[in-house]
């Protein structure tokens, strides 16, 4: 799936012909399309539905409040089922039969790495998705490009910056899926949590998704560690993991990254999910402080909505800021322009979907804070307070 196929390489062709027959640039006014290959089954389906969700409901506010310039944003998507090839089908299609597509959401790592020098070389779109990959994190190579948070390398300087404040020498182990996705952060955060002056005792490398790992979780009894962060998985086999090591008598502390931190998911683990913790870079729906756009989607959707629809609405929300950002200064809606406007956000007040004003440094936006799972409330509660890793 992340390489490039006979069928990838064929789409991209027939996307560069179809573009080509285009102006870039031809329309000047109407609507602004957002495109999207979106995972609406599959793995990550219940990511896709929920970044579905916050998007529209993004757009819908922007909307009602006139547009941007007088001009309304649209939804363009279809699903992808998570497969890079159909990922990259629905791109020609969509950027095919609509016109002012100047923005776009990919779903996976994979997609954003094949399509990035198809952008390149229509310089009318800027695009972000639902990876959070440290390579992203690349203005130059990535330019056209974004991510609407901490890339996983930033989330794991989050988590190893609020371990060294409160445990100064702690003992880590890193459990990471052997996926591209889980190998992602190992390397360079191994060299912060030195910096920091923590210990990354041992290294543990799973199948995503593993059913038995007794012999993992033995190597955890032998370390010993304060800390065990797990990144790579959504939930399994974290739940296993803790059980054991409680079994065990291991007083370990557990942590995730952002696609195992929706409260929703550890609601039927019960008991065994209580104290586990994880960096966030958004707000929950259900967080009390104040937060007036946590508010306004709460009137629009009354029930519980997941993590995945946080980071649709904040992704939609930077989209309108750097194209509104362009057309203030009278300029052109392409990738440059676009990209350039997106940099030029300092102090953006969110409306509390982060609790603190952000800043668009380069690709990510990098921030975030520590919430720890109660299972008896079954919510995530906020344990530390924001924290920047802005270099």
């Given at each position: 799936?992340?390489?490039?196929t006979k069928r990838t390489f064929m789409a991209l062709a027939a996307s560069s012909a179809l573009v080509t027959a285009v102006p870039a640039f031809a329309q000047e006014s109407g609507e602004i399309v957002i495109g999207g290959s979106l995972p609406?089954?599959?793995?990550?389906?219940?990511?896709?539905?929920?970044?579905?969700?916050?998007?529209?409901?993004?757009?819908?506010?922007?909307?009602?409040?006139?547009?941007?310039?007088?001009?309304?944003?649209?939804?363009?998507?279809?699903?992808?089922?998570?497969?890079?090839d159909q990922s990259v089908a629905v791109f020609n299609k969509l950027t095919s039969q609509n016109e002012n597509m100047h923005l776009y959401y990919g779903d996976s790592t994979a997609f954003s790495r094949t399509i990035n020098?198809?952008?390149?070389?229509?310089?009318?779109?800027?695009m972000a998705g639902a990876s959070f990959a440290t390579e992203i994190n690349d203005p130059v190579n990535f330019a056209p490009q974004f991510i609407a948070g901490p890339d996983y390398t930033e989330m794991y300087s989050i988590l190893l910056e609020y371990i060294a404040k409160e445990k100064p020498g702690a003992k880590l182990v890193f459990v990471n899926s052997d996926t591209e996705f889980g190998r992602d952060p190992i390397a360079s955060s191994t060299a912060r949590a030195k910096e920091l002056g923590l210990e990354v005792v041992d290294q543990i490398i799973t199948p995503p998704g593993a059913v038995d790992v007794s012999t993992e979780v033995l190597k955890l009894r032998r370390a010993r560690p304060d800390?065990?962060?797990?990144?790579?998985?959504?939930?399994?086999?974290?739940?296993?993991?803790?059980?054991?090591?409680?079994?065990?008598?291991?007083?370990?502390?557990?942590?995730?990254?952002?696609?195992?931190?929706?409260?929703?998911?550890?609601?039927?683990?019960?008991?065994?999910?209580?104290?586990?913790?994880?960096?966030?870079?958004?707000?929950?729906?259900?967080?009390?402080?104040?937060?007036?756009?946590?508010?306004?989607?709460?009137?629009?959707?009354?029930?519980y909505q997941a993590t995945g629809y946080m980071q649709g609405f904040l992704t939609a929300m930077l989209m309108s800021e750097a194209v509104k950002r362009t057309l203030d200064e009278g300029k052109e809606l392409t990738s440059t322009n676009m990209k350039a406007a997106m940099n030029s956000i300092k102090d953006f007040d969110t409306g509390g979907i982060i609790g603190v004003p952000i800043s668009v440094p380069g690709n990510t936006v990098p921030v975030g804070r520590i919430y720890q799972y109660d299972a008896g409330e079954k919510k995530m509660q906020p344990v530390s307070d924001w924290i920047s890793v802005a270099e």
């Open positions: 799936m992340l390489g490039m609406l089954t599959g793995v990550f389906g219940f990511a896709g539905v929920a970044i579905e969700a916050g998007i529209q409901d993004y757009i819908k506010i922007i909307n009602e409040e006139g547009g941007i310039h007088g001009r309304k944003l649209r939804l363009a998507y279809e699903d992808t089922g998570y497969q890079v020098p198809e952008l390149v070389r229509r310089g009318d779109m800027i800390y065990a962060i797990f990144h790579g998985y959504i939930l399994a086999p974290l739940p296993e993991f803790m059980t054991q090591a409680k079994q065990l008598g291991l007083d370990t502390k557990f942590m995730g990254t952002f696609w195992s931190m929706d409260s929703s998911i550890w609601e039927s683990v019960g008991d065994v999910a209580d104290g586990f913790m994880g960096v966030m870079p958004y707000r929950y729906y259900y967080d009390e402080e104040e937060a007036p756009m946590l508010e306004r989607i709460r009137q629009m959707r009354p029930t």
